[in-house]
């Protein structure tokens, strides 16, 4: 009850002390984390989001619309684990006033708050473009979507304090939805526990890890490194009489090397969507899902 | 009671680490608060799913991901997280940053002389040495200061006529967090003026500076001095800038005193254009005033005042969306420089003639980066020498009727955002009949930290 009557308290002095808020200006990296920013923050936010599904998000540049973008952000939302290290730190030195500098409220890295797969001890760059503080592709559990939803209302709600409560119901919403979702992905796929696939890049780890399934092997030698043909021969002779489900693709990854080994095995090519917007159906987060999980139970 | 505590802690901790979010200790506190209350709702709703997880998970357990699930899954479980904590501290393993580029090249020129007619040039911007050789190399520190602050230099080591040079070509600090849009520089650094010169040489997209560059900027202008830009609150990319510098470097010169030597001014606007295209499109200007210059290997002197304006443009293109795949660069830039004072050339004995007059100059380039780790390149660049005075015939100044230009083909192939290889072929005729053939082989390697070029 006290804390009822201060918290109400505390609502009247935030009204009356700040001025009319405009909306919170949410710099998305990436079009996941856009789509949790509008499941989240609904009419109250407005979302920049830096890269398209047909970009590789390791390689954009730091063009002027996004310096503009970064300018008025309220919120950075990436994924982080140095995945953005070759573009976001330039625009928030730029152009990023001191509310989303590192440290601050304004600067949320998804894969800072979840469980990283993939962690290296000792990384060196012979070892190809690897992240040694983990793999950064975190959105692909679902798990991890429901922790940084938490995460984000968080933010908005200390950064918009007025809409405080829209926030909260927001990601109540968002939660129950989201845990009937994920109970009803578990069951769906039970069916490809265990199974084994062929990746491109390992952008896959989380996704794979939630449901279970193993990876055989990479197409690329090293992370970021495009596929060579002594790598593919070798790719070839191991999953030659393996059963292997599919070989995953992501939109902005190069097709040729998949479809070569898929020729010489008959292992299909699956082109799953990796983010919001990476298939026409994709269109939010629940759609990105869904279109996951039918995909690779297609194949 | 202990989580009261727990969450007071937690408060003062985000504080602490977060000196921008500066709201009161009671409102966070009770923030918190209704934030832990709201997630308590939530545990039970969340124990409960876990429960229902974990039974679906026995009944078709595998049991190594079983271990892991759980792991993940117990991470959900709501506590007091603190907004702003656990956080590592991204590149900055080392503190400051260290990141060395490595240069190394080939180079052969047909022709013995590489004088550009009509124009007198700085040290920086004569063609390189011929045969095997290291470029530069550079060391670069960068880190944050503290929280307001980022400092960064740049030493630059090269060999020139046999003598190891060491040059500090940058040595600056920058502002981290002013507000609108600001940012103020101090130090020496390279100047945002036109395109290029704002930029390292290592991540040109060709072995050389274009003439223009070379000739009125001796490739680089980085005076000393200070700098303050702006990003406007509009939806097209708008920002303007200005600077004051001590008048050093070229094209100042002979700076003393406590006067200010050079101003800059610059503007700029850019966007895109549907999602696969990026423009920008620029003016800046360089007011070097009182300057005593020595060029052409101090053989000719130029006292005076010295207005260089340059319009500068920019485009790239991802034609399948995904830049990583392919791009093209479009890239110019167009100088013009007015000069009032006097020319002396004391190779040929001219002695001190009076001058007033423009010089000009453009480059463009395109860039198309057709597979994902190759590129091929083409550039054109024209200078515009202007009058000669009747005093100057005959001199260095003397262009005898000769605009100095030059075309440039290259291929290069890129293994990672690291590692470069270069074959650059360059027709230059930069005095009338002076045909010169180059090729040029080079190497640009990076290691340690590595920052982002800039757009």
Known sequence: ?299 | MSKKLLLAAVSVAALNVSPAFAASDEELKLLRAEIAKMQATYEAKINELEGKLEAIETRQSTANTMQANTVAVTSVQPSARPATAQRPINNSSFNPEIGVILQGQYQSFSNDSGEFAGFAIGEEGERGEEGLGIDETELNFSASVDNLFRASSTVALHEHEGDLEVELEEAYVETLALPYGMQAKAGRFFSELGYLNSHHAHSDDFADRPLPNRAFLDSNYNDDGVQISMILPTDLYTEIGAGAFRGSDFPGGGAEGSDIGAWTAYGRVGGDIGNNTSWRIGASTLQANDVSREANEDTVTFEGDSDLYILDGRAVIAPTGNSAEQEIILQGEYFYRDENGTYEDTDFGTGVVDYDDAQSGWYAQTVYKFLPKWRVGARYAQLYAGDTPAGLAGSALDSEGHDPWSGTAMIDWTNSEFSRARLQYNHEELADGQNDNQIMLQYIMSIGAHGAHAF
């Not at chain 1, 952000?73 to 953005?84: H, I, N, P, Q, Y």
């Not at chain 1, 730190?89 to 601050?104: F, I, M, T």
């Not at chain 1, 592709?137 to 933010?155: F, G, K, S, Y």
Request: hydrophobic share 45%.
């Open chain 1, 1 to 299: 009850m006290k804390n009822f009557i201060l918290l109400f308290v505390l609502a009247f002095s935030v009204c009356w002390s700040s001025q009319a808020f405009a909306k919170v200006n949410v710099f998305a990296c990436a079009p996941e984390w856009g789509a949790l920013a509008e499941e989240i923050g609904g009419d109250n936010v407005s979302i920049t989001v830096a890269t398209a599904a047909s970009q590789d998000v390791h390689f954009v540049r730091a063009k002027p619309s996004l310096l503009t973008a970064m300018r008025k952000a309220d919120l950075v939302f990436c994924s982080g684990a140095s995945l953005e290290q070759g573009w976001l730190p330039l625009l928030v030195r730029k152009a990023g006033d001191r509310d989303v500098q590192q440290e601050s409220i304004g600067w949320l890295m998804a894969s800072d708050y979840v469980e990283k797969l993939d962690v290296m001890a000792n990384a060196d760059r012979s070892q190809g473009h690897v992240h040694p503080e983990g793999n950064p592709h975190v959105h692909l559990d679902p798990r991890n979507i429901d922790i940084i939803a938490e995460m984000l209302a968080e933010r908005l709600l200390l950064i918009d304090r007025e809409n405080m409560a829209v926030y909260q119901s927001n990601l109540a919403r968002f939660k129950e939805k989201w845990a009937n979702l994920s109970q009803k992905w578990v069951g769906d796929t039970s069916s490809l526990k265990g199974k084994q696939v062929v990746v491109y890049h390992n952008a896959w780890s989380y996704l794979l890890n939630w449901l279970g399934m193993d990876v055989i092997a990479t197409l690329e030698p090293k992370p970021g490194v495009p596929p060579t043909a002594a790598h593919l021969e070798a790719v070839l002779a191991r999953v030659d009489n393996a059963s292997v489900q599919a070989i995953l693709v992501a939109p902005y990854e190069d097709g040729d090397a998949a479809q070569w080994l898929s020729d010489k095995t008959s292992i299909p090519v699956v082109q799953l969507p990796f983010t919001v917007g990476g298939d026409a159906k994709a269109t939010n987060l629940e759609m990105l899902f869904e279109q996951t999980i039918t995909k690779l139970k297609g194949a």
